[in-house]
């Protein structure tokens, strides 16, 4: 078994092999934060070796190599909960860290666990801790890569097609207020207005390609940004209501609960017809809670549904839910059809 931990995005994953002939099979691809320190408990060491013992539970009696490669007896206390998830008879363990964000394990259950396997180990996490490395660069850098790309094209929108379609638009506003003929000066406010929904379109495009990775100790302030942004682009009133000083996030969950919060302002704006918009942020004893809510039209249907139970229906908001499933959180969608919707986001708070 192979697991890696993503700080930086913030996630953990796991695959599996049974066998040579058995492809490897991606188990909990995106393991809870909560189940990280099964998986990446203290060792002591980079190359170590347990044998289980009939009736044994936690404490284990191992083996380890030193500095100098030289086998060190040991008493492995493993967590419960990969105890618990995994029966073996033994098992050799072996980490290596790719760039200062990333950390990899490896996991082979009931081989030998002798010196020399572990000797092997050490060895193989010696090589390819640098290849991991590399790897995880090269991936780090075509990010910065993609993100230059979409700044440019978004500079190249903004100089270009929205200030023409500005222009556009008051030109279209002096031929109203001018024109002698009611019916024309209204069919002439009906295309001002679409040219102003277009603006404010690609305006929610542009923001959604510059923006810049979140300071995950600033995230509640990029949150009250967006609202109030909104609150101006839109003439809706919107406020943000804080509950909690401080939301302990990875970067990359911050950047998609951003997002979430954005693509939830962006379809009130569109669809619901609102007059106010509350954001609020809360805590709860193992949860972070964000919530949106709008006295718009509703979406659909009417009570509360669950992340499966709106998969199951096809029902909610698409993009929201494969972002909220991303992250690992939990999403709820109220809807009082004429009354408004509330969508909740909840977070796993760290451990």
Not at 60 to 71: I, N, P, V
Not at 104 to 123: C, K, M, N, Q, S
Not at 166 to 185: C, F, K, N, Q, Y
Not at 330 to 346: C, N, Q
Request: net charge neutral.
């Amino acid at each position: 078994m192979f697991a890696a931990r993503d700080q930086w995005g913030g996630r953990v994953y796991r695959t599996a092999v049974t066998s040579a002939a058995t492809p490897p099979a991606v188990i909990d691809a995106a393991l809870d934060t909560a189940d990280e320190t099964a998986y990446f408990f203290p060792t002591e060491s980079d190359a170590w070796a347990v044998a289980r013992r009939a009736g044994a539970r936690s404490a284990l009696e191992g083996s380890y190599l030193d500095d100098q490669d030289r086998a060190r007896r040991t008493r492995v206390q493993l967590p419960s909960a990969f105890t618990a998830a995994h029966r073996f008879r033994s098992l050799l363990v072996m980490s290596a860290d790719g760039a200062d964000q990333a950390t990899y394990r490896l996991f082979l259950f009931d081989g030998r666990t002798g010196t020399r396997e572990l000797r092997v180990l050490r060895a193989i996490s010696r090589q390819i801790g640098p290849a991991l490395f590399s790897v995880e660069a090269l991936s780090r850098l075509q990010s910065h890569i993609g993100a230059a790309e979409r700044a440019r094209v978004a500079r190249d929108l903004h100089d270009g097609i929205i200030q023409s379609l500005i222009g556009l638009e008051m030109r279209v506003d002096v031929w109203r207020r001018t024109s002698p003929h009611p019916d024309e000066a209204s069919r002439l406010e009906h295309i001002q207005n679409a040219l102003r929904r277009e603006v404010v379109d690609l305006r929610d495009l542009i923001q959604h390609m510059r923006r810049a990775p979140v300071d995950p100790d600033r995230v509640l302030d990029h949150i009250a940004a967006a609202v109030e942004r909104f609150r101006v682009d839109s003439g809706i009133e919107a406020h943000f209501v804080s509950e909690i000083q401080e939301l302990s996030l990875s970067p990359r969950v911050c950047d998609e609960l951003i997002a979430i919060v954005g693509e939830a302002l962006v379809n009130i704006r569109k669809h619901s017809g609102a007059r106010h918009v509350v954001v609020r942020a809360s805590a709860l004893d193992s949860f972070w809670k964000i919530e949106i809510d709008d006295d718009g039209r509703g979406l659909g249907f009417s009570g509360r549904l669950e992340q499966a139970e709106l998969d199951l229906t096809r029902k909610g908001p698409v993009i929201i839910k494969e972002r909220v499933r991303s992250i690992g959180a939990r999403l709820a969608v109220e809807s009082d059809p004429g009354r408004g919707a509330r969508i909740e986001v909840w977070l796993p708070r760290p451990r």
